[in-house]
């Protein structure tokens, strides 16, 4: 029998910008639910367990600039949960890491951690999360959203907010035969993205990179090496975090994951010292891992009723900042 799960406004996507658009709603006095594929919360805010360390394999870390997004990192450096880690990068070809006076912060427990505490904060205020669901279609139905997921529940809501990735969203409303109108279509068919193809890799033995245990080489088939002890995520494993640039990962993206995984070690190998030796590693393949192509402003509200949004990183700037901004801006104009 098909169950159905009636909400006034429905989130789909328990990444940041999903999560910070439920908390704004919800300390509004509104009852956001918020549903997501994943086994967990976080999207690309994304930390895995190997042996007995930890490991960020999505976003690495994050800057403020926008004066809104200080004020919730504030709150959250107040709350002990985030902290600066660098002000610059070295590209590994000093023997000192150059500064450029700019805050980076990471997350203690790293990334997903911080995911898990908006998370709560969101249930605290009156929002429903649930992950796990996979969405087949999203249609619309005698007035309203219906969501459509693998399992055969349903879930209907006055007003839908699609956060993932824009080709993912497109395609659960084709599924359900949602026509949009073609200035929307044009609009979200503007917004591209690159691939990223991440390696883990536990390393027994000394790790050699620059302070602060990374460095970053853009440009480079091989964009970022971070070394996850020295970050303060993983205090009992040296954890090695290696992301490579969008070409590469475009070119290479169907290869095999020994084949990938082999390339990506070679880039680990110079920071190795002598006797240090890879024993475990693991392979993560983002598809929209980078906004290349963004929407100017921080959310399309699409030319449809009942009311349609999108947000997410690819809406008004990228990345952390982007994605929280996206969500905060569109938890303002369903509120």
């Not at 994943?38 to 870390?61: H, P, S």
């Not at 809104?68 to 600066?84: A, C, I, P, S």
């Not at 068919?189 to 080489?217: H, K, N, T």
């Not at 929209?288 to 990183?313: E, I, K, N, V």
Request: glycine letters at 10%.
């Amino acid at each position: 029998m098909t169950q159905t799960t009636d909400t006034e406004i429905l989130i789909v996507g328990a990444g940041l910008s999903g999560l910070m658009a439920a908390n704004a709603l919800a300390t509004r006095g509104l009852r956001p639910y918020v549903i997501d594929k994943g086994a967990v919360v976080g999207g690309r805010l994304a930390t895995r367990q190997l042996e007995n360390g930890r490991a960020d394999y999505g976003a690495q870390f994050f800057t403020v600039r926008d004066a809104q997004f200080h004020t919730w990192v504030d709150e959250w450096k107040g709350q002990g949960l985030v902290y600066q880690w660098s002000t610059g990068w070295s590209d590994g070809s000093l023997a000192a890491t150059p500064s450029d006076g700019f805050p980076r912060y990471a997350v203690r427990g790293g990334m997903n951690a911080l995911a898990h505490a908006l998370a709560a904060q969101a249930e605290d205020a009156g929002a429903m999360i649930r992950t796990g669901v996979g969405l087949t279609r999203i249609a619309k139905e005698y007035g309203q959203w219906v969501a459509h997921d693998q399992a055969g529940q349903t879930f209907a809501a006055q007003t839908l907010v699609l956060t993932p990735p824009v080709a993912q969203s497109l395609a659960l409303l084709a599924a359900g035969a949602v026509d949009l109108t073609p200035a929307d279509r044009t609009a979200l068919a503007r917004i591209a993205y690159a691939p990223c193809l991440c390696g883990l890799f536990r390393v027994e033995g000394d790790v050699d990179l620059p302070e602060p245990g990374a460095i970053q080489r853009p440009g480079e088939p091989i964009s970022w090496i971070a070394d996850n002890r020295r970050k303060g995520i993983s205090d009992d494993a040296t954890l090695l975090t290696v992301h490579a640039a969008p070409d590469w990962s475009r070119s290479h993206f169907h290869e095999g994951d020994a084949r990938l995984l082999s390339l990506l070690a070679e880039a680990v190998t110079p920071w190795l010292a002598p006797h240090a030796q890879i024993r475990e590693s693991q392979l993560k393949r983002w598809r929209y891992a980078l906004p290349t192509s963004l929407h100017p402003a921080r959310y399309l509200r699409g030319d449809a009723m009942p009311p349609l949004y999108f947000a997410g990183d690819a809406f008004g700037g990228p990345r952390v900042e982007g994605a929280a901004l996206s969500g905060l801006a569109v938890a303002a104009a369903v509120a």
